[in-house]
Nanobody
Framework: QVQLVESGGGSVQAGGSLRLSCAASGGTFSTYTMGWFRQAPGKERETVAA???????SYASSVKGRFTISRDNAKNTVYLQMNSLKPEDTAVYYCGSRAPGRVLYDYWGQGTQVTVSS
């Protein structure tokens, strides 16, 4: 069983920055693919960024160049640095973990709200 706890959300003006953290407990963090997702009101959850166990990263086109995902295996934590925030980035942000060999993400955090005002 893996527990994921997000933190770092909040309210910021457009152009500002936030850094989200997701602390994991249980399981073998270093072997997991970790992802950040977001869900805005009335919209489906979408993938924002992901980082593999080797450090390979991928990003949604809407955030590429503005957001950076990273991980610290010693701290069992994955981060999402968000710069140049836009009102359309407003959403609840979730982190998820995917064990090796799994297609779907297995565990999810409770989410943290990010609100960007214009």
């Amino acid at each position: 069983q893996v527990q994921l706890v997000e933190s770092g959300g909040g309210s910021v003006q457009a152009g500002g920055s936030l850094r989200l953290s997701c602390a994991a407990s249980g399981g073998t963090f270093s072997t997991y693919t970790m992802g950040w997702f977001r869900q805005a009101p009335g919209k489906e959850r979408e993938t924002v960024a992901a980082i593999g166990s080797s450090g390979t990263t991928s990003y949604a086109s809407s955030v590429k160049g503005r957001f950076t995902i990273s991980r610290d295996n010693a701290k069992n934590t994955v981060y999402l640095q968000m710069n140049s925030l836009k009102p359309e980035d407003t959403a609840v942000y979730y982190c998820g973990s995917r064990a090796p060999g799994r297609v779907l993400y297995d565990y999810w955090g409770q989410g943290t709200q990010v609100t960007v005002s214009s």
